[in-house]
């Protein structure tokens, strides 16, 4: 998973590293997304600093031009964009079998939803990542603020069912039964099967960065039955930053438990 779909346009290219390499994307006129390496073949430059000419990246240095003609020495990437998520595919990295799409959880009708996209960068790898987000018991204790009357109600090997009161304000709560499963190895996703909120899901990718460096791209597409969400479905615009905000609070806390435990697994003191 690269980055939220919203934040690569055909305006300005967008630079991230992935598994290590270096990476630019962009769109198309029409919209489509590209991503190719980020490094120019001709002497090396960043490419996430060229322009955006017609669907074709121009190198800064010396105006080479990369677009859909392959240029000896570097060559775009597969990628996906889901409408919420854009994805590239590495198939030199990873040792995992590539597929045509990714594989993605069940999401409410885009047209009846509301998503909102939060990055956070930590110190540690995916797998602390994924730790955190399956550890379903840390919730009320960790994030009193959020998160409270917390019961793990069944835990298979796929899923767990957990039941919880979502903290709106001081004595104000909303009870839900979430769904937690992992439909690939650095994705985990939760699924509001009951209560406020119900077809909501959460997906949580933590994508690496470098050794010891992940990024948690994290998409919230909220949906309700109730009338008041088709209004705010209206004013999405301003509803957003509100939900980046409440995800990345969530996130500074499980950040440090991830690379809490990233820390410990790496000097060999984690216990497990
Ligand atoms: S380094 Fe890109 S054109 Fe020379
Ligand atoms: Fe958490």
Not at 2 to 21: C, D
Not at 52 to 77: E, I
Not at 104 to 110: H, K, M, Q, V, Y
Request: charged residues 25%.
């Amino acid at each position: 998973m690269l980055a939220a779909s919203s934040e690569i346009t055909s305006a300005k290219p967008f630079g991230r590293h992935v598994a290590g390499q270096e990476l630019v994307a962009w769109r198309t006129p029409d919209g489509e997304l590209r991503v190719g390496p980020g490094a120019c073949p001709h002497l090396g430059a960043p490419l996430c600093d060229a322009a955006v000419d017609s669907g074709a990246l121009v190198c800064r240095w010396h105006g080479l031009s990369l677009g859909d003609k392959p240029t000896a020495g570097w060559k775009r990437y597969p990628a996906h964009d889901d409408g919420v998520l854009a994805w590239v595919r590495l198939d030199h990295v990873g040792g995992e079998v590539p597929l045509a799409e990714p594989v993605l959880p069940e999401r409410p009708p885009r047209a009846e939803a509301i998503s909102a996209v939060a990055t956070v960068l930590g110190r540690c790898e995916p797998e602390d990542v994924v730790f955190n987000r399956l550890d379903p018991w840390h919730g009320a204790w960790f994030h009193p603020y959020s998160f409270a009357e917390l019961r793990v109600l069944d835990a298979g090997e796929e899923e767990f069912l957990v039941e919880v009161t979502f903290r709106l304000a001081k004595n104000v709560g909303v009870p839900v039964l979430a769904r937690f499963s992992c439909p690939e190895p650095r994705t985990v996703v939760m699924h509001i099967v009951e209560g406020e909120g119900v077809g909501s899901v959460v997906e949580t990718h933590a994508t690496p960065i470098a050794p010891g460096r992940t990024a948690v791209i994290e998409a919230t597409i909220a949906h309700s039955p109730r009338p008041g969400f088709a209004y705010a479905r209206r004013v999405a615009g301003a509803v957003r930053p509100a939900m980046r905000w409440a995800a990345k609070r969530l996130w500074r806390d499980d950040i440090a438990y991830a690379e809490r435990r990233f820390a410990l697994r790496k000097d060999g003191r984690w216990p497990g």
